[in-house]
């Protein structure tokens, strides 16, 4: 039987995982003998070389136009990058990460690396996820499950509640993206009832806020005339010390950070009060989510009450996140294995029987047996069911008003947080008099909340929506049936049938922005680099 490995590939750092022989998830050290690999990946000028890494992120600012990092902020997007005439993706650099700690893991177990589980946050929408998938597929992986990371850690944490039932509150504020869930786990199963989250908010913004600060500082006391964060090799050493000081100050009240520039030298002591203060706008957006997120599951169940909270994610490290949770919550907080929960959870994932989990769409191959799974040593891991929710509402594009001068606007068929898998049935109707074609474009929420605004939210068909032609002249509201199914890892399926011609219409909700034709030629770019291992 192929071994499944779990990965959580992370906005600053990425981990791999696997089960052990006694049925326990278990963290593979890299090459550096460490269990996180920075996701940074730099380009060797016209080498055909690449490093991911330590010594990536150790360039990351003193070669800046050679260095990519926090790539993840763009899976999803159209974002291009251009190396030695070559063009890139966030997911072809991401299949350079997961390459990476493929290799890394076959090296350190002796084990091909061939299936694995990948992570994503708990609001990466239907695209975010499907380039996910085909970071994965680039890598030259089979990728056979995306679970989120916050259902990944209490995958990890669940694995002692054999015989409890608890409502749990995961606090998820990694690198470069916050999210927030709300688990029910019984011996049965684990449950989502709410999520939420941000995207763009995580602990490299803490980061910068901080650079700034101790940058200016730096100026003022110093009197430098020019801005030393123009000097690259200052900035790499700034940034450096910032995030050395970041994680000293979950220990101590006080850091000190030494800087050097030209004949200019201070030392800049930084107070955890300061840290705290600098950084409290974006700790106070957390947990305008959280709250948000507590509403959402009490529409549900009113008489919803919070067990336990977990915090996850090595930016949850931060003192003042429990404490803050504690203020304006009343709740107690601990850490679950913040920086290795997700993969391992990840790794349990891969274990759970067919019906637990979907493979994500696509062309993945499956070989995974409709039972549990068995750790190499023959013992036997997780089996529990496990339930989602949508993160973002999915709607599809209709017309009103006159046939002449009609407004466009988006009718949400799905909504957040609804559960997972699900299948919603709608019958709408041809706009005008003699249509032969009905075109059908899926939009995914943007905002907070749901808006008919086409322009407030994202398309997710293929470029110019899916087109159902050569109908017959069909008269004004001539009746079209609309099918839309999301399975339990949140990728889409839309099916349209029109009752007089018998015209059939299938769609899969992926992304437009890698089709086929460029998830080959990306793993035709990558095959021409030699990866350092």
Not at 54 to 77: I, Y
Not at 104 to 116: R, Y
Not at 124 to 130: D, I, K, N, S
Not at 388 to 397: E, Y
Request: hydrophobic content about 40%; glycine content about 8%.
């Amino acid at each position: 039987m192929t071994e499944i490995f779990g990965i959580d590939l992370g906005t600053t750092y990425s981990v791999i995982a696997r089960i052990d022989e006694f049925g326990q998830p278990i963290v593979i050290n890299n090459a550096d003998g460490s269990a996180t690999t920075p996701s940074a990946v730099y380009f060797e000028p016209g080498s055909g070389h690449v490093v991911v890494g330590q010594e990536a992120k150790n360039a990351a600012k003193v070669e800046a136009d050679r260095v990519v990092t926090l790539v993840k902020l763009h899976m999803g997007e159209e974002y291009r990058l251009d190396f030695d005439g070559k063009e890139y993706t966030p997911e072809s650099i991401s299949a350079l990460i997961l390459q990476k700690l493929a290799s890394s893991a076959e090296e350190a177990t002796g084990v091909t690396v061939e299936q694995v589980v990948i992570t994503v946050p708990a609001y990466f929408g239907v695209r975010e996820r499907e380039a996910t998938r085909q970071a994965g597929e680039i890598a030259g992986l089979d990728v056979v499950g995306i679970v989120t990371e916050p259902v990944a850690a209490a995958l990890a944490y669940g694995v002692k509640l054999r015989d409890e039932r608890k409502t749990v509150f995961i606090y998820d504020l990694g690198g470069g993206t916050f999210d927030t869930t709300i688990l029910e786990i019984s011996p049965e199963a684990l449950d989502v009832v709410a999520i939420d989250g941000n995207r763009q908010l995580g602990g490299a913004h803490w980061d910068e806020r901080v650079v700034a600060h101790v940058n200016q500082r730096f100026i003022d006391e110093t009197g430098v005339a020019e801005d030393p964060l123009d000097d690259d090799y200052f900035a790499q050493f700034l940034y450096e010390q910032v995030e050395r000081a970041k994680i000293s100050l979950s220990h101590k009240e006080k850091a000190v950070i030494s800087l050097k520039h030209g004949d200019h030298r201070a030392k800049i002591e930084l107070t955890r009060t300061e840290f705290e203060e600098l950084t409290s706008g974006l700790l106070n957006q957390t947990l305008e989510i959280v709250g948000r997120t507590v509403e959402a599951a009490k529409a549900k169940n009113p008489a919803l009450a919070i067990d336990e909270v977990l915090l996850v994610g090595g930016s949850s490290q931060m003192p003042v996140v429990a404490a803050m949770l504690k203020d304006r919550f009343g709740w107690d907080s601990r850490l679950a294995d913040p920086n290795m929960s997700v993969a391992k959870g990840a790794a349990i994932y891969a274990q759970l029987p067919e019906d637990s989990r979907v493979a994500a769409a696509g062309t993945s191959s499956r070989s995974t047996p409709d039972i549990p799974r068995l750790g190499p040593g023959g013992q036997p891991v997780e089996t529990r069911r496990i339930s989602n929710v949508l993160p973002r509402g999915v709607g599809i594009q209709f017309a009103r008003g006159k046939a002449d001068s009609p407004e466009m606007y988006v009718g949400f068929i799905a909504h957040k947080n609804d559960k997972l898998p699900l299948s919603e049935t709608i019958r709408a109707g041809t706009f005008q008099d003699n249509q032969t074609a009905v075109s059908l474009e899926v939009f995914e929420q943007g905002g907070e909340i749901e808006s008919e605004l086409p322009g407030d939210n994202r398309e997710i068909t293929p470029d110019g929506g899916a087109r159902i032609t050569d109908l017959p002249p069909l008269p004004r509201s001539s009746p079209i049936d609309i099918h839309l199914t999301i399975d339990a890892e949140g990728l889409a399926h839309l099916e349209a049938f029109e009752p007089v011609s018998g015209k059939r219409l299938k769609v899969e909700v992926k992304v437009a922005v890698l089709q086929d034709e460029d998830v080959e030629a990306a793993k035709q770019t990558i095959s021409q680099l030699t990866l350092e291992t």
